[in-house]
Nanobody
């Protein structure tokens, strides 16, 4: 069983940067594909970024491409989402997610593809 906990959210001005962290306990993340999703009020949870467990392969939603970067440190069982040039439309609760048993190149873009979820961290971007 993998437990995930996000941190690093907060209230920032448009154009600012934030780095979200996702720390795992209960199991190493070294063979888990990871993802970040977000959910704004009244909207469905949407894909933000994905990271394969090997090879550094990544995928991003078009809305964040070039502004957000997903990365991991397997030794620390931590995944990060570096967010820059934040916009008010980035306001949401951000969730990290993990799935095991996949190929090393697997990138999950759908919420249904993930087994484990954190509780979320709020990001609010003021205009």
């Amino acid at each position: 069983q993998v437990q995930l906990m996000e941190s690093g959210g907060g209230l920032v001005q448009a154009g600012a940067s934030l780095r979200l962290s996702c720390a795992a306990s209960g199991h190493t993340l070294s063979t888990y594909a990871m993802g970040w999703f977000r959910q704004a009020p009244g909207k469905e949870r949407e894909f933000v970024a994905a990271l394969a467990w090997s090879g550094g392969l990544t995928d991003y939603a078009d809305s964040v491409k070039g502004r957000f970067t997903i990365s991991r440190d397997n030794a620390k069982s931590t995944v990060w989402l570096q967010m820059s040039s934040l916009k008010p439309e980035d306001t949401a609760v951000y969730y990290c997610a993990a799935v095991g048993g996949m190929t090393r190149w697997y990138l999950g873009v759908g919420a249904h593809e993930y087994e484990y979820w954190g509780q979320g961290t709020q990001v609010t971007v003021a205009s």
